[in-house]
């Protein structure tokens, strides 16, 4: 998996909790993105604070944190040529008032902090997010 080809998704603890994991999913299907590796797993807070750590001087970190070890989430390598900014389109702006019709966010998030998924921002970012998550034996 060269640069560019992969993000990282995480269906955070909101959209899980909505059972909007296989309507996410089919998002994702219909967008062209492979997946080549997925889990379902809950992050410690330990997890969620080096995950995060970017963010850890900001006012929101610790509901960041508190959010994301608030329930199960799905992570997944997806692959398509330029995939990072691909994926940044499907799922809209972070905020998903903002957020154009039909995408990912506008469709199944809540607001700001219970925005349904994470998108890796860079192609660097998305390697070091990949990594984070999974083993080079669980990619497939």
């Not at 967008?31 to 997890?47: C, D, E, P, S």
């Not at 809209?92 to 995408?103: E, F, L, R, V, Y």
């Amino acid at each position: 998996m060269a640069a560019g080809n992969i993000t990282l998704t995480m269906i955070k603890p909101d959209a899980v909790r909505k059972n909007n994991i296989g309507p996410i999913l089919g998002k994702i299907n219909e967008a062209g993105f492979r997946i080549r590796a997925m889990k379902y797993t809950q992050l410690t807070k330990a997890q969620a604070e080096a995950f995060y750590a970017v963010h850890a001087e900001r006012p929101f970190y610790a509901d960041l944190v508190a959010f994301m070890t608030s329930g199960p989430i799905v992570a997944a390598i997806l692959e398509k040529d330029n995939a990072v900014q691909e994926f940044r389109k499907l799922i809209g702006s972070t905020n998903p008032k903002d957020a154009a019709p039909g995408t990912i966010r506008q469709l199944f998030a809540e607001d700001v902090q219970n925005n349904a998924v994470h998108g890796s921002d860079s192609d660097e970012n998305a390697n070091i997010e990949a990594d984070f998550h999974f083993a080079k034996t669980e990619r497939f």
